[in-house]
T-cell receptor
Framework: DAKTTQPPSMDCAEGRAANLPCNHS???????VYWYRQIHSQGPQYIIH???NNETNEMASLIITEDRKSSTLILPHATLRDTAVYYC????????????FGKGTKLTVNP | NAGVTQTPKFQVLKTGQSMTLQCAQD?????MSWYRQDPGMGLRLIHY???????DQGEVPNGYNVSRSTTEDFPLRLLSAAPSQTSVYFC???????????FGSGTRLTVV
């Protein structure tokens, strides 16, 4: 699976949009982009995934560049409860279950 | 649905002791996995299963055994605990295809 690169930390003001970037320049055509988050001491939580089209659900939006080498997770109206470590992962659907979680981005939402 | 249930939530072991971390899911998910998380690090895959009777090694399998006799349960066995196995352990499950994983709340293990 392709490797991902994320900034170690980001800050966001409460109520504003949080835009979390992820670089996956070696992504292959059949690899999906997945986002998870981990709130302190809890198990990771699945957020969203996509292949090449932008995706939106009740939690977030995922914007994938046309060349698929990077993506951005958008939390449209961040709250204090969104403070967490966010992980970007790429994997082949139907391929290995060996998900590789990097160190992620620590998002701090400030009042 | 309870989701993914892990027991115990906390455990202290002495070096050399053995124990089993339990994981059960009630979502009829075919795939289950065990991860460990150490301070300042991301999650690392220990073992995984794509169905009853089928298991495979992940990134850090040494010192751990698994079995999958039912769809619901995926226990993780520590054969002879070592201080290096002090960690937080997470179990996860999902269905085949594009779905993401559902994680349990974790077991905090300390080996002294």
């Amino acid at each position: 699976d392709a490797k991902t690169t994320q900034p170690p930390s980001m800050d966001c003001a409460e109520g504003r949009a949080a835009n979390l970037p992820c670089n996956h320049s070696t992504i292959s055509g059949n690899e999906y982009v997945y986002w998870y988050r981990q709130i302190h001491s809890q198990g990771p939580q699945y957020i969203i995934h996509g292949l090449k089209n932008n995706e939106t659900n009740e939690m977030a939006s995922l914007i994938i560049t046309e060349d698929r080498k990077s993506s951005t997770l958008i939390l449209p109206h961040a709250t204090l409860r969104d403070t967490a470590v966010y992980y970007c992962i790429v994997r082949v659907v139907g391929g290995s279950e060996k998900l590789v979680f990097g160190k992620g981005t620590k998002l701090t939402v400030n009042p | 649905n309870a989701g993914v249930t892990q027991t115990p939530k906390f455990q202290v072991l002495k070096t050399g002791q053995s124990m089993t971390l339990q994981c059960a899911q009630d979502m009829n998910h075919e795939y289950m996995s065990w991860y460990r998380q150490d301070p300042g690090m991301g999650l690392r895959l220990i073992h995984y299963s794509v169905g009853a009777g089928i298991t495979d090694q992940g990134e850090v399998p040494n010192g751990y055994n698994v079995s999958r006799s039912t769809t619901e349960d995926f226990p993780l066995r520590l054969l002879s605990a070592a201080p290096s196995q002090t960690s937080v352990y997470f179990c996860a499950s999902r269905n085949p295809g594009r779905d993401g994983y559902t994680f349990g709340s974790g077991t905090r293990l300390t080996v002294v």
